[in-house]
């Protein structure tokens, strides 16, 4: 008997269905069959997110709680960022390291308030959908002996992104309003406890709703119903977080980068670094302190072609000597910003703002200007 094609073993969510009903184009993504459009094509689904609200399904992300008293000192074992003394109901974006700095993923920690600490642990981790075995094997096989690391394949995940997010949401519950960015709750939306963060990847405010799978589809519908919202895929996704500036595991960071060279500092805490209370401990600190001495042989940049040519993933940069310097992680034709924007790591000399590099286009190069990130200005509610 022949192998089923690649398609019929790709996982589904539980909103396919849905996806199928709005009209999506379905494509391969992290081992999913994933929406990356609907009817009304990307740039409107971008615009949508922008001006109003759009509603992500982000169901093949990782969720995972970790169970037990020690399961925050535990954590800091693996990452270096501040873990312990995070207050419940606050949210951190942080991330693995191995030995050489590098990094095996980021990912959101939420530590819940006492009382939904039952149902979603002493912390709540999301995790990127391509990474989601390894950190789970990363996760038992380092701390495993002083938590239990609980894999929570059960929920599915949503995300309502835009600055008319909150007043989609809070029609289905009002307290909703009072999160502020980065802290989270459980609400009862449509009937079912989910666990909500004020979060997201597009540099909007909005919403992540986590919410047991077979009730993702009512409360999906539920948000579609809103006059504010309207679905988008992960063409969408991909243009908005770059326009914000954020990393896409796997392109922007890897595991040959260090947080630092990713411009990432800033979510390593005081007291995780030299000098500090609990500084050191996890994969890779002496490279990383290293680098925040200034060390980092290179840094992340964000960059604005001078003309009107998309410059893509993969594209060499040069000097003006015609010196190589590196290759842009990520690029696209920003629709807000109306111009061809990318991220790259360039060497230190040459990633100061306003410094031309130039981009291999087809046999022509292109000159691009380093740009402070983000393209487009964040709108968190604070």
Same mark, same amino acid.
């Given at each position: 008997?022949?192998?089923? #094609? ?9 909103? &396919? %269905? ?22 009304? @094509?990307?740039?409107?689904? &971008?615009?949508? $997110?922008?001006?109003? %609200? ?6 093949? /992300?990782?969720?995972? *709680?970790?169970? @037990? ?8 074992? +693996?990452?270096?960022?501040?873990v312990?003394? +995070? ?25 819940p308030?006492? =009382? ?29 002996h002083? $938590?239990?690391?609980?894999? /929570? #394949? ?14 989609a949401l ?7 309003a009072?999160?502020?960015? /980065? ?6 939306? $449509?009937?079912?406890? $989910?666990?909500?963060?004020?979060s ?14 077979? &009730?993702?589809? =009512?409360?999906?519908?539920? +948000? ?33 980068t ?14 995780? *670094?030299?000098?500090? %209370? ?26 604005? %072609?001078?003309?009107?040519? #998309? ?13 190589? +310097?590196?290759?842009? =992680? ?19 000399g ?20 380093? =740009? ?11």
């Amino acid at each position: 008997m022949s192998a089923a #094609p690649e398609a019929t073993r790709l996982l589904q969510t539980p909103l &396919h %269905a849905l996806h199928l009903r709005l009209g999506a184009r379905m494509v391969p993504f992290a081992g999913y069959a994933m929406p990356v459009q609907y009817l009304a @094509g990307v740039m409107a689904e &971008h615009r949508q $997110c922008r001006d109003s %609200a759009a509603l992500f399904d982000v169901s093949h /992300m990782g969720q995972l *709680r970790l169970v @037990g008293e020690g399961a925050a000192a535990a954590l800091e074992t +693996l990452v270096p960022v501040d873990v312990v003394d +995070l207050a419940p109901g606050r949210q951190r974006y942080a991330f693995f390291t191995n030995a050489s700095g590098g990094l095996l993923d980021d990912l959101m920690i939420v530590r819940p308030a006492a =009382t939904a600490r039952a149902a979603f642990g002493e912390l709540f981790l999301v995790v990127n959908a391509g990474c989601k075995e390894a950190d789970t094997r990363h996760l038992v096989t380092h701390i495993g002996h002083r $938590c239990t690391v609980v894999p /929570m #394949p059960e929920r599915a995940l949503l995300a309502l992104q835009g600055p008319l997010a909150v007043r989609a949401l809070e029609r289905l519950h009002a307290d909703v309003a009072q999160l502020r960015f /980065m802290t989270g709750g459980v609400f009862d939306l $449509c009937g079912t406890p $989910c666990f909500v963060t004020r979060s997201g990847y597009t540099g909007e405010d909005g919403f992540e709703i986590s919410v047991q799978a077979e &009730h993702a589809v =009512t409360l999906a519908e539920a +948000l579609l119903a809103q006059p504010e919202v309207k679905p988008a895929g992960l063409g969408a996704r991909d243009t908005l977080r770059l326009e914000a500036g954020m990393c896409l595991y796997g392109h922007d960071i890897d595991t040959t980068t260090s947080p630092v060279e990713a411009g990432l500092a800033w979510a390593i805490q005081k007291v995780r *670094r030299p000098g500090g %209370a609990r500084a050191g401990g996890y994969p890779g600190a002496a490279v990383v302190e290293a680098h925040l001495a200034g060390g980092a042989p290179s840094r992340r940049v964000g960059l604005i %072609a001078l003309e009107r040519v #998309p410059v893509r993933e993969g594209t060499a940069l040069f000097d003006a000597h015609g010196h190589k +310097l590196g290759t842009v =992680t990520s690029g696209t034709l920003s629709p807000t910003v109306n111009q061809p924007v990318a991220m790259a790591y360039l060497p230190l000399g040459h990633a100061e703002p306003h410094h031309e590099v130039y981009a291999e286009v087809r046999g022509k190069r292109i000159p691009m200007r380093v =740009t402070p990130l983000p393209f487009n200005p964040h709108r968190y509610q604070r």
